[in-house]
């Protein structure tokens, strides 16, 4: 868990250099060089103008598409990592049991503990990396879709419901939201791992990072991380309903008791 933790905050800092120090100024059109440019920035762009041209200069709309066709491409990836997760949920029990017994913080019993804890991954054929993975291929794509955003000059131009896509939410409204699907989302998911202090901590502090992020950035940008939430909750509801209703049962049953 440590693992992803700081995966996690290298990603987010490649986020924010890549978001301030890369032509992030600069319209993107056809004769952009380079090949950030050229395969992540442009498509992207062309994406959205191409369906916005579609629905009559609606970019709202096209950005919901795009949104919504990127889930669909990476869904086969959610999967895999929705199968991770609940394998590791299913090891919980034998990882605590091995933290219990070798709960020493002395050096020789915690490399036991790291050893004996591969070898449970070993035999369950459990990758605790392997729900990073997802993330890795989604970060460039959200990043480029950022950038798209910044760079698309006619996005700028327009609005959709009651916010300027080019600029940030003035009512709060959409970071708001954004913060709250993430929260929904992410406790779907670690649904069952709720005692893990780490999983606790991600559980909050990602909808707080989406929250100050989305406010700073363009509304477009938050319009897609609320559309993107949204599609995720209905996947993970569709993917886990059986463990989601079981473990309300157990909760429900728990509580008679």
Known sequence: MKRRILLLSALIGIVLLLSGCTEINEPITTESEGVWNKYFVYPLSWLITYFAELLGSDYGLAIIIVTLLIRFA????????????????????????????????????????????MQLFQKHGVNPLAGCFPLLIQMPILIGFYHAIMRTTEIAEHNFLWFDLGES???????LVAGVTTFI??????MG???????????????????????????????????????MIVQTILIKGPDIRAAKSGNVGGAKK
């Open 74 to 117: 990476l869904l086969p990836l959610m999967i895999k990592q929705t199968k991770s997760s609940k394998a590791m949920q299913a090891i919980q029990p034998e990882m605590k049991a091995l933290r219990e017994k070798y709960s020493s913080k002395d050096q020789a019993t915690q490399q036991k503990l790291q050893q004996e804890t």
């Open 169 to 175: 939410d003035p009512y709060f409204i959409l970071p």
């Open 185 to 190: 989302q992410q406790k779907i998911t670690m």
């Open 193 to 231: 791992m709720e005692n893990n202090p780490q999983m606790a901590m991600m559980l909050w502090l990602m909808p707080i990072m989406i929250v100050v992020f989305a406010i700073s950035f363009p509304a477009a940008l938050s319009l897609y991380w609320v559309v993107g939430n949204i599609f």
